[in-house]
């Protein structure tokens, strides 16, 4: 069973804010929303963008590269790939030479709890 690991400072993310961080060998998307923490696999399962770049509305972040968006409760999906122009087209080239995820596919979601001051994952 792994054990939780520190991943950051409670006074390290307001609220509606995200970060990224590095812990053992894997990038983490952390969030606080009112009040709680999340943690989520840091990049987009799509294409590989770092979701901390995108945007959060509630628990609903928003990969940057092409819009698909996933819930930080759970890890669903809520939209996948969207997008237009240069970048659409790049996607849907690389998805046709099979360099970027096809179909959809929820976002790796990692246990919090609250340590004192310290925000802990459970990074399996």
């Not at 939780?4 to 961080?21: A, D, P, S």
């Not at 092409?66 to 409760?73: E, I, N, R, T």
């Amino acid at each position: 069973m792994a054990d939780f690991t520190e991943v950051c400072k409670k006074n390290e993310l307001t609220n509606g804010t995200m970060k990224r961080v590095y812990i053992e060998g894997k990038d983490i998307t952390l969030a606080l929303v009112e009040g709680k923490y999340y943690a989520a696999v840091g990049r987009c399962p799509h294409m590989h963008a770092f979701l901390s770049r995108g945007t959060l509305k509630g628990t609903i972040v928003t990969c940057p590269m092409h819009g698909s968006q996933f819930d930080l409760k759970d890890g669903k999906v809520v939209r996948w790939v969207t997008g237009s122009g240069i970048k659409s087209l790049i996607g849907k080239l690389m998805s046709m030479l099979g360099m970027a995820q096809k179909h959809e596919k929820p976002l790796a979601i990692y246990e919090v709890r609250i340590d004192g001051e310290r925000v802990m994952a459970k990074i399996v």
